[in-house]
Nanobody
């Protein structure tokens, strides 16, 4: 059973930076798609970035392109989300999720989820 634990959230002012971490344990596949999602109050869960752990394929939703960077450390079994130039609209609970293989779909198709870390950006 894969377990995911997010960390690194917090409160920052607009223009600031945070780095989120998603530490994985119990992995049974050689390759995973790991995704970062976020959900603001009253809004649907949004997929914002994905990475394949044994490759270089990444995806970013338009609203974070050029500001967020997803990366993986396969030795530490950790996926990072570097968030720069944060905006108040980035305020949300951020979750990482994983599934075996190289396909990175939308929210319902990830069997493994972390509990989330809160990011709050003030203006």
């Amino acid at each position: 059973q894969v377990q995911l634990v997010e960390s690194g959230g917090g409160s920052v002012q607009a223009g600031g930076s945070l780095r989120l971490s998603c530490a994985a344990s119990g992995a049974t596949y050689n390759t995973y798609c790991v995704a970062w999602f976020r959900q603001a109050p009253g809004k649907e869960r949004e997929r914002i970035a994905t990475i394949v752990t044994r490759g270089i394929n990444t995806f970013y939703t338009d609203s974070v392109k050029g500001r967020f960077t997803i990366s993986v450390d396969n030795v530490k079994n950790t996926v990072y989300l570097q968030m720069n130039s944060l905006k108040p609209e980035d305020t949300a609970m951020y979750y990482c999720a994983a599934r075996g293989g190289t396909y990175c779909p939308g929210p319902p198709d990830y069997p493994y989820w972390g509990r989330g870390t809160q990011v709050t950006v003030s203006s």
